[in-house]
T-cell receptor
């Protein structure tokens, strides 16, 4: 148990659907991250929030929309996705965002049809 | 550009020692991490190096040479449960951590 939970664990959606991924951390951390992990590719940083403020947007397409209502919760809203967006989406948190160990959630396995 | 290289796959025998290498070329350096990721699970932290040298933690050790842009993870007394992917990651400053593609380690009996 890492203290970071993600729901749902698996998601299948059509290209016209709208869905949201949820992440919650119970570690009292101030920074939260979204990563995309595709098969045989490195983890790609998507977004970083520090004290609820977005500090990084790694050139992510606008069909991915993050939301961070407080330091414990992070959402990723999805709309009009493409099949190539199918991947494992990992959420992570850290105490501060600089040179700190990140604690990862179990991920949401997303399949876009 | 930013680049982290590590072997794609390695195989070792139970009880043996294995060394997983990582080389990096990044615009900044604020420390190097190793994470372990079992299939279908979240990555979990193994080690952090920011200064040159060897950090030992039980059966796992990690080495860093900043001048060479090189690190390795050493796993001793291998166990079957060590079969996993090992991710090398570099914090390039601020909020950015860049990950390698990972090395899949297979431990055989």
């Amino acid at each position: 148990e890492t203290g970071v939970t993600q729901t749902p664990r698996h998601l299948v959606m059509g290209m016209t659907n709208k869905k949201s991924l949820k992440c919650e951390q119970h570690l009292g951390h101030n920074a939260m991250y979204w990563y995309k992990q595709s098969a045989k590719k490195p983890l790609e940083l998507m977004f970083v929030y520090n004290f609820k403020e977005q500090t990084e947007n790694n050139s992510v397409p606008s069909r991915f929309s993050p939301e961070c209502p407080n330091s414990s919760h992070l959402f990723l809203h999805l709309h009009t996705l493409q099949p190539e967006d199918s991947a494992l989406y990992l959420c992570a948190s850290s105490q501060e965002a600089v040179s700190e160990t990140q604690y990862f959630g179990p991920g949401t396995r997303l399949l876009v049809l | 550009g930013q680049n982290i290289d590590q072997p794609t796959e390695m195989t070792a025998t139970e009880g043996a020692i294995v060394q997983i290498n990582c080389t990096y070329q990044t615009s900044g350096f604020n420390g190097l991490f190793w994470y372990q990721q079992h299939a279908g699970e979240a990555p979990t932290f193994l080690s952090y190096n920011v200064l040159d040298g060897l950090e030992e933690k039980g059966r796992f050790s990690s080495f860093l040479s900043r001048s060479k842009g090189y690190s390795y993870l050493l796993l001793k007394e291998l166990q079957m449960k060590d079969s996993a992917s090992y991710l090398c990651a570099v914090n390039t400053g601020g909020f950015k951590t860049i990950f390698g593609a990972g090395t899949r380690l297979f431990v055989k009996a």
